[in-house]
Every structure is written in structure tokens, then in C-alpha cells.
């Protein structure tokens, strides 16, 4: 049988790597080699670039085309006096947006078509927002190659051309039903859309070094009391509350640090300054370790004692919740979005209310206070792991979606199924 060719769009430029490269990577290292064969396009290079080619997936790096800014170009339009340049902003705004139009969008339409022709395509799955990049949808209509888009966010609004476009895609994949529920209120069609969970493997999150060689490196000693915030540094992923939350456990522990782990892009440089500056005026550095992007997140998550996962805002799924309960650690996650899809209060965590530190301190004194709570608690996460967010269903989901899509079928909701799926 021949094998059936999917094209893979990874389009993050903000220059790190966050857990949509990881999804991705996982279900292509989990397909049926037999039936799938993969090939992904990046819009940026990515350190995990050799792991996709080791799965024995095809990559190919696209430059992706800027907008032409004519009044940055000739400054002189931007004169609002009377004469000649102001009377021409008008038309050339508009002239502008005629060329930015058919340079991002039209002309990549084109290159996309000629990759998918090339390649002999059967269906492209956009792997980070329905809302982009759009030249691929309108590829597909020309190739009549199936495309399908997982959506990992949760919006508030939803551009026009975004809502235009989604009519042709097959399928929008939400990765919880935070993301699903959101798009139904946003009006999308119910029939497209399909609940299937992040996953990951325990056994590909492997551990690597000793608990000594990273607490080593930070100069910590086996018994501290450790807890961990992990993902890049955003203001909505609520590291302030981690930060301000340390200041009242502080008083019962002592010896307490935190590791914030997560990268930080050109746009969020004001948010990590100001951590900085909270972090000083609070007197904690001492107690506050920013390790900036880590390769061995795995090592360092082993360490902790705790993980806490602190969204302000409605968290999409929460990868690295999954990564805590891999490792058996407790979570404190806030009480917002899909973590209360994966956190069970009480058994495998604590959930408390977004934006709160007192309300985090009081969690985190209270597992520190009962150590046997804190394996417990543990444990239970990784039982829960393994039989609700398991790489085995989120890659039988996924791949049954693509069967039923190239088949002409009608695809089943995974959400109505049996199970939480994957």
C-alpha cells in the first residue's frame, strides 16, 4: 500500500521552542511508519530540527516574507503639512496594502502549491492556529490536498480572514475542551471540530543526570525544599505569582528555592525585566534561580519537590503538567482553562485561583508540611498520565481523524468516545 504523505506546518517565529514543536515531534516519532510519511516546513530554525530527521520525517526551512513598510522606507510620507507627500498617504496606504497582499500572501499561496505538487501531498495539518498561515489553506483548494488545523490556543477574537478561511478546512484538532468550548462560543462549526488531548510519553521524558550534578549547578542540597515554574517567560503564564507567592513561604521555609525555567523572547523582555526588578525589591534573590532555556528540563523538574504551573489567563492545555506528573512531582496549577481538565483537586495536585499569591503559599506550605501528601499526590499523577494522556491514544486519535478525512469519511468526535482520549 502507498504510503499517505502528510505535510506538517510548524509556524512559531518568536524564536523559541515551546511545547507545539513537542506535540508535533512526539506524533510523528509515534505514526504508523507503515501508512504515514511525514514532512514538516518550519518558518525558523529550531534545535529540534535533528530529532525530526531521526524520526525519519523530511524537513524543509521557508523564509517567511516581511510586510513592505513604505513610510519607514521613505520617511519624508509621513509629513502631515500642506503639500504634495501628505496628499499621497492615502493611496499609497493603499498601495501599500495591494503589494503586502500579494507578496505574503498570494505569492507564498504559490510557492505552497508547488511544495505540495512536488512533494504529492495528500493532506496538511497546520499545527499551531487555524489563524495562520493562511497561504496553505488556499494552496490546498488548488492542489485538492485535505488540510486540517489544530488549534492550541484560546482566543478572545478571531480575525475575519480566519473565520473565512476555516470553512475549508476538514477538521480543527482543539487540544482540550477549554480550546473546543471556546471556539463553539466563537460560532465555529461543531462538526469540525475534534477534542484531542496533548500527550506525552514517560518513558521519552527521560532523566538523564543525577539529582547531585543539577543541584550542583545551582548550588542547592539534596533536601531543600525546591519548586519549579517551567515555560517561556510570558506574562499570561503568571510568573509574578510564583515570585510573590515565595515571599510567605519564605517565613516557614527558609532554605526554599524556586527555579523559574523557560526562555524569554524579544517581546517579552519587559516582562522578564520586570520580574527582575520584583524579584530584587522583594529581597528574594537569594531564593529565586532564572535559569533561562533549558535543554534537560526533564533533570531539572526530577529535582523539584513541587511543580507549579501559574496561567493568569485560560491556559490552552499545559504541557508541562504532564512533564510533573511523568516524574511523579505534585501540582499546583491554577484553577483556570484546561488544567482542571488534568488536575484532580485533591488527589493528583492543588488548584488555586489565578493571580493569587497567598492563595499559592498556602498550597505550598501545605505540601511541603506532609511529605507523604507529597507522594501520594505523585503517584497518583503519573497513574493519571498514563491512562487519560498516553502518546498510544493521542497518536490512534489523530491518525483515525487523517483516515477518516482521506477516506471521504465522516470523522467521529473523540470527545464523545469513551475515555478522556488523549
Same mark, same amino acid.
Given at each position: 500500500?502507498?504510503?499517505?504523505?502528510?505535510?506538517?506546518?510548524?509556524?512559531?517565529?518568536?524564536?523559541?521552542?515551546?511545547?507545539?514543536?513537542?506535540?508535533?515531534?512526539?506524533?510523528?516519532?509515534?505514526?504508523?511508519?507503515?501508512?504515514?510519511?511525514?514532512?514538516?516546513?518550519?518558518?525558523?530554525?529550531?534545535?529540534?530540527?535533528?530529532?525530526?530527521?531521526?524520526?525519519?520525517?523530511?524537513?524543509?526551512?521557508?523564509?517567511?516574507?516581511?510586510?513592505?513598510?513604505?513610510?519607514?522606507?521613505?520617511?519624508?510620507?509621513?509629513?502631515?503639512?500642506?503639500?504634495?507627500?501628505?496628499?499621497?498617504?492615502?493611496?499609497?496606504?493603499?498601495?501599500?496594502?495591494?503589494?503586502?497582499?500579494?507578496?505574503?500572501?498570494?505569492?507564498?499561496?504559490?510557492?505552497?502549491?508547488?511544495?505540495?505538487?512536488?512533494?504529492?501531498?495528500?493532506?496538511?495539518?497546520?499545527?499551531?492556529?487555524?489563524?495562520?498561515?493562511?497561504?496553505?489553506?488556499?494552496?490546498?483548494?488548488?492542489?485538492?490536498?485535505?488540510?486540517?488545523?489544530?488549534?492550541?490556543?484560546?482566543?478572545?477574537?478571531?480575525?475575519?480572514?480566519?473565520?473565512?478561511?476555516?470553512?475549508?478546512?476538514?477538521?480543527?484538532?482543539?487540544?482540550?475542551?477549554?480550546?473546543?468550548?471556546?471556539?463553539?462560543?466563537?460560532?465555529?462549526?461543531? $462538526?469540525?471540530?475534534?477534542?484531542?488531548?496533548?500527550?506525552?510519553?514517560?518513558?521519552?521524558?527521560?532523566?538523564?543526570?543525577?539529582?547531585?550534578?543539577?543541584?550542583?549547578?545551582?548550588?542547592?542540597?539534596?533536601?531543600?525544599?525546591?519548586?519549579?515554574?517551567?515555560?517561556?517567560?510570558?506574562?499570561?503564564?503568571?510568573?509574578?505569582?510564583? /515570585?510573590?507567592?515565595?515571599?510567605?513561604?519564605?517565613?516557614?521555609?527558609?532554605? /526554599?528555592?524556586?527555579?523559574?525555567?523557560? $526562555?524569554?523572547?524579544?517581546?517579552?523582555?519587559?516582562?522578564?525585566?520586570?520580574?527582575?526588578?520584583?524579584?530584587?525589591?522583594?529581597?528574594?534573590?537569594?531564593?529565586?534561580?532564572?535559569?533561562?532555556?533549558?535543554?534537560?528540563?526533564? $533533570?531539572?523538574?526530577?529535582?523539584?519537590?513541587?511543580?507549579?504551573?501559574?496561567?493568569?489567563?485560560?491556559?490552552?492545555?499545559?504541557?508541562?503538567?504532564?512533564?510533573?506528573?511523568?516524574?511523579?512531582?505534585?501540582?499546583?496549577?491554577?484553577?483556570?482553562?484546561?488544567?482542571?481538565?488534568?488536575?484532580?483537586?485533591?488527589?493528583?495536585?492543588?488548584?488555586?485561583?489565578?493571580?493569587?499569591?497567598?492563595?499559592?503559599?498556602?498550597?505550598?506550605?501545605?505540601?511541603?508540611?506532609?511529605?507523604?501528601?507529597?507522594?501520594?499526590?505523585?503517584?497518583?499523577?503519573?497513574?493519571?498520565?498514563?491512562?487519560?494522556?498516553?502518546?498510544?491514544?493521542?497518536?490512534?486519535?489523530?491518525?483515525?481523524?487523517?483516515?477518516?478525512?482521506?477516506?471521504?469519511?465522516?470523522?467521529?468526535?473523540?470527545?464523545?468516545?469513551?475515555?478522556?482520549?488523549?
Amino acid at each position: 500500500m502507498q504510503k499517505k504523505r502528510i505535510l506538517y506546518v510548524e509556524s512559531n517565529v518568536d524564536g523559541t521552542v515551546g511545547g507545539s514543536h513537542f506535540s508535533l515531534l512526539f506524533l510523528i516519532e509515534g505514526r504508523n511508519k507503515n501508512i504515514y510519511e511525514p514532512m514538516v516546513v518550519f518558518y525558523q530554525h529550531n534545535y529540534l530540527i535533528p530529532r525530526y530527521e531521526k524520526a525519519g520525517c523530511k524537513v524543509s526551512l521557508i523564509k517567511k516574507c516581511q510586510p513592505l513598510n513604505i513610510f519607514e522606507i521613505f520617511p519624508a510620507l509621513k509629513k502631515t503639512s500642506h503639500g504634495l507627500p501628505a496628499k499621497l498617504i492615502v493611496p499609497l496606504t493603499i498601495i501599500q496594502k495591494a503589494i503586502n497582499y500579494f507578496s505574503t500572501f498570494v505569492l507564498p499561496s504559490f510557492k505552497c502549491w508547488s511544495i505540495i505538487k512536488k512533494e504529492k501531498i495528500d493532506l496538511i495539518h497546520l499545527n499551531n492556529t487555524l489563524c495562520r498561515p493562511q497561504e496553505w489553506i488556499l494552496a490546498s483548494i488548488f492542489s485538492k490536498a485535505k488540510v486540517i488545523a489544530h488549534e492550541r490556543g484560546i482566543n478572545n477574537h478571531f480575525p475575519t480572514q480566519a473565520i473565512f478561511w476555516a470553512r475549508y478546512l476538514s477538521a480543527i484538532v482543539c487540544i482540550s475542551d477549554a480550546v473546543k468550548n471556546n471556539l463553539l462560543n466563537k460560532g465555529f462549526s461543531k $462538526d469540525k471540530l475534534f477534542r484531542i488531548y496533548n500527550a506525552l510519553d514517560a518513558e521519552k521524558f527521560p532523566v538523564h543526570k543525577t539529582k547531585k550534578e543539577v543541584l550542583e549547578e545551582f548550588r542547592l542540597t539534596n533536601g531543600q525544599p525546591l519548586i519549579g515554574i517551567v515555560g517561556n517567560v510570558k506574562e499570561w503564564k503568571g510568573q509574578e505569582t510564583v /515570585i510573590r507567592a515565595l515571599k510567605y513561604v519564605r517565613n516557614d521555609y527558609p532554605d /526554599i528555592r524556586c527555579l523559574i525555567i523557560g $526562555d524569554v523572547s524579544s517581546n517579552d523582555q519587559y516582562y522578564f525585566d520586570r520580574l527582575k526588578a520584583i524579584t530584587k525589591n522583594e529581597s528574594l534573590e537569594d531564593f529565586i534561580i532564572f535559569t533561562g532555556p533549558r535543554r534537560d528540563v526533564p $533533570d531539572l523538574v526530577n529535582c523539584l519537590t513541587i511543580l507549579v504551573h501559574a496561567s493568569i489567563e485560560p491556559e490552552p492545555f499545559g504541557r508541562t503538567l504532564l512533564e510533573g506528573m511523568a516524574l511523579r512531582k505534585p501540582i499546583i496549577s491554577t484553577r483556570i482553562g484546561a488544567p482542571l481538565e488534568i488536575v484532580i483537586d485533591g488527589r493528583t495536585g492543588i488548584l488555586v485561583s489565578p493571580g493569587n499569591p497567598q492563595e499559592m503559599a498556602m498550597a505550598t506550605l501545605k505540601l511541603l508540611a506532609d511529605h507523604r501528601l507529597v507522594e501520594k499526590m505523585g503517584a497518583a499523577g503519573y497513574e493519571r498520565l498514563i491512562k487519560e494522556f498516553s502518546l498510544r491514544k493521542n497518536v490512534e486519535l489523530t491518525e483515525n481523524l487523517y483516515g477518516a478525512i482521506l477516506s471521504g469519511m465522516k470523522a467521529n468526535d473523540p470527545t464523545a468516545t469513551a475515555g478522556c482520549g488523549t
